[in-house]
């Protein structure tokens, strides 16, 4: 992801200048980079949960906050095809303001900047964009590269930006690790976001067949096991300082099943060997774009199982009143006091089903920041649960793909990391239980 902004700062709140830390940058910088100009280095990208970080605290402003997420994957003849979709959104919600109107001038001068940064200034590597807009406030303007692609093009227009497809892409596209090895060789990856951010190499002595007998074959055949011993600890070693620096939770293993992967199982700690999710049959010498490839596919098979596990778990957690809650004014209130460790919620905005009454109170009795959505749908819904889950609780937020069973309970839920009793949850026992 590449961050680029143009225009002055913003003399805004205190809390709004902490939010913009990762998302004010002036012309001719990048996030990765301050001192690097932005022409020299257009295809480095970085992870979208630093950008997701730099916008969930932004404060509401009076004037079209433009989010455009454009699926940036080139056809079978090479060419990208979202500007005519950009083009026709915008010129259609230009005229959904009054003429001449602050409003409609804020827009239009986005519109203009955004066309023309996506006419020229998109490298050929990038496979998803996020452009936030907004000229009425300082010229505010950020773009989010990435590798990994958005499914399809959106645009939304509010009073701040729209955070939910950024959100689920960071979700799909979490932190593994991924050890390919063979008896004296191994590459460790940390992969995220759709490309390798971290690698690291184990080489060892290779040993030879040879041809002896007797005792001798013995003694020839225990040094060598000795050696691949060795190798197994030393990158057993590596892979858990890795796992324990980046907390990552999966780890799949790549190499000969019958040889290699017994023997680094073997070295694994307790701790780290629980964290295998996966195994996959690959030579040494596989591509790092393959690797990636084959190990994302695993990835999400068995992010997909465990997602069905989760809410399963959540629901026998909601029935027996323990530590889970379900439904949209529930959960709001418990993210809103902190509670929350993990937050479930279904990956299509639209299957979210809620009482407006009941969230209209929980917001109000709860407008910790005074930055309230201005009009409650499933959208402003689903992105105030994503907002809340970062800012109030420091909740991980996981997308439900196949939402069919968290819909019985409104497709949002979550697991606590405590309860607060009911005489001391004064606000969610009123915006629950008063009547209009």
Known sequence: MQLVSRGSECASTNRRQQSRIDTERTRGTTMANDTTDVAKQATQTTAPDKLLEGLVNFDPVPAPVISLYLDARVDNHGQRTFLPFVRKQLSERSKSYENQSDEQKSFDEDFVR????????????????????????????????????FERNRLFVSDRPHLYPLARLVDQYRRYAVVLADTNSAQIFVFAAGRAVEKEEVENVKTKQTKVGGWSQARYQRHVQNYHLHHAKEVIDVLEKIVREENIEHVILAGDEATVIPLLREQMPKTLEEKVSETLSLGIDTPE???????????????????????ERLLNEYRSDNLGVGGVADTLAALSNGQVEELLIAAKAESIQYDKEEVEKVLKLYDIDGALPEELDQRTVADELVRRANVLSSARVTFIEDSTRLERIGGVGAFLRYRIPEENAVPKAKALTTQG
Do not use: N
Not at 141 to 146: H, K
């Open 114 to 149: 955004i066309v023309r940064y996506l006419e020229s200034e998109v490298p050929p590597p990038v496979q998803g964009i996020a452009i936030f807009a907004c000229s009425a406030d300082s010229d505010w303007f950020v773009v989010g590269l990435f590798d990994a692609p």
């Open 289 to 311: 774009h393959e690797l990636l490839e084959e190990s994302l596919t695993a990835f999400q098979r068995q992010d997909s199982l465990t997602d069905m596990e989760k809410v």
